[in-house]
C-alpha cells in the first residue's frame, strides 16, 4: 500500500513497482548493466518518463569542475535512480546518492539493489536546502 504522505510517492511506487518485475523476471546474479538496461526497458513499458545517465555538473567552492556524475536515471524529471547489484548495501552507497541529490539539487534518490534473493530499496531524501547531513543521517 502506497503513502500519500512520502515525498513523490506515486512515482516511487511506480519506480520500484518496475523495479520489483526485472528481479522477479532475472533474480540475483547479473551485473549492474544488465539490471540498468531490463529497467530501462521495463520503464518504456509502463510508461515510467526517465533520462538514462544524465550529466550533473558539480561545483567545488563555486568553481565548476571538469568532471562530470551520470545517475543511472532520472525518473519524473525529480527522482535519482541508482542500481547496484551487490550482496548489501553499504553506507557510502546511501552517501553517493545523497551526494548526487545535493549536486542536482533534486529531492528524492531510490537506491535499488539486484544483488540479493530479495530486492532491495532505500528512499533517500534530500529536503534540506542548506547544511550538509552527515553520512550517519542517512538511513530512514
Known amino acids: 500500500m502506497m503513502n500519500n504522505k512520502l515525498l513523490f510517492g506515486k512515482e516511487s511506487y511506480n519506480i520500484i513497482g518496475a523495479a ?13 548493466p544488465i539490471y540498468q538496461e531490463a529497467l530501462e526497458q521495463e520503464f518504456l513499458w509502463r510508461q515510467i518518463p526517465y ?3 544524465r550529466n550533473f555538473k558539480v561545483h567545488y567552492r563555486g568553481i565548476e569542475l571538469s568532471k562530470r556524475f551520470q545517475p543511472d536515471f532520472v525518473c519524473y524529471g525529480k527522482i535519482i535512480v541508482e542500481l547496484k547489484a551487490v550482496s548489501e548495501l553499504v553506507r557510502e552507497h546511501d552517501a553517493q546518492v545523497y551526494n548526487y541529490l ?5 529531492t528524492l534518490g531510490l537506491l535499488i539493489n539486484f544483488g540479493t ?3 532491495t530499496h532505500r528512499r533517500i ?3 534540506r536546502k542548506f ?3 552527515s553520512v550517519g543521517e542517512l538511513s530512514e
Open 125 to 127: 531524501p534530500c529536503t
Open 51 to 53: 533520462e538514462r545517465e
Open 20 to 32: 520489483m518485475a526485472v528481479h522477479c523476471e532475472l533474480g540475483c546474479g547479473f551485473s549492474e
Open 102 to 106: 545535493k549536486a542536482s539539487g533534486l
Open 131 to 133: 547544511g550538509v547531513k
Open 117 to 119: 534473493d530479495a530486492l
